[in-house]
């Protein structure tokens, strides 16, 4: 699977639009791009996922770059329960191993 | 409401006692699989199970086992704990590998420690 590099912590304001980056320049044709995020030692939670269409659904956007190196994930309206490390991984359709979570993201909700 | 539950959510226990962790799931999902998280280390796969009576090591089996003789369950068994082995322990499930975009349901997680 491929590598995948986030920055380490952001900071969002309360209400605003919280855009994660992710660079993934290694993907090959066949990986998808997963969103997960971990709420303080609580279980990973399912977020989003893509090929290489934008794609939308009721808790964020994923936006991925037409050469599929780089995504952004969006959170359109922060809140403080949105306060999480934000993981972006890449993995091949019909693999049987794990996802390879990295370091994520830290995003902090600041009031 | 769908949903991996695991049992027990704490455990505090002695070297060598055996143990058993059980993971279950309610989404008919074929496939299920234990992690452990680790300040530092991220996540790692411990086995996975592809199916009832599949399984398979992930990165870190040493020290544990795992069966699959139901669909819905995946128990996770140290036979003599060890100190290293101190750790927060997530069961997930996902329907089905062969998937496209298969989504992964995690566990609320099992926090062990090994004296």
């Known amino acids: 699977d491929a590598k995948t590099t986030q920055p380490p912590s952001m900071d969002c304001a309360e209400g605003r639009a919280a855009n994660l980056p992710c660079n993934h320049s290694?993907?090959?044709?066949?990986?998808?791009v997963y969103w997960y995020r971990q709420i303080h030692s609580q279980g990973p939670q399912y977020i989003i996922h893509?090929?290489?269409n934008n794609e939308t659904n009721e808790m964020a956007s994923l936006i991925i770059t037409e050469d599929r190196k780089s995504s952004t994930l969006i959170l359109p309206h922060a809140t403080l329960r949105d306060t999480a490390v934000y993981y972006c991984i890449v993995r091949a359709s019909g693999s049987a191993r794990q996802l390879t979570f990295g370091s994520g993201t830290q995003l902090t909700v600041l009031p | 409401e769908a949903q991996v539950t695991q049992n027990p959510r704490y455990l505090i226990t002695v070297t060598g006692k055996k143990l058993t962790v059980t993971c279950s799931q309610n989404?008919?999902?074929?496939?299920m699989s234990w992690y452990r998280q680790d300040p530092g280390l991220g996540l790692r796969q411990i086995y996975y199970?592809?199916?009832?009576?599949?399984?398979d090591k992930g990165d870190v089996p040493e020290g544990y086992k795992v069966s699959r003789k139901e669909k819905r369950n995946f128990p996770l068994i140290l036979e003599s704990p060890s100190p290293n082995q101190t750790s927060l322990y997530f069961c997930?499930?996902?329907?089905?590998?062969?998937?496209?975009?298969?989504?992964?349901?995690f566990g609320p997680g099992t926090r062990l420690t090994v004296l």
């Open positions: 997930a499930s996902s329907l089905s590998e062969g998937l496209a975009g298969s989504e992964q349901f």
């Open positions: 199970s592809m199916n009832v009576e599949v399984t």
């Open positions: 989404m008919n999902h074929e496939y």
């Open positions: 893509g090929l290489k």
């Open positions: 290694t993907i090959s044709g066949n990986e998808y």
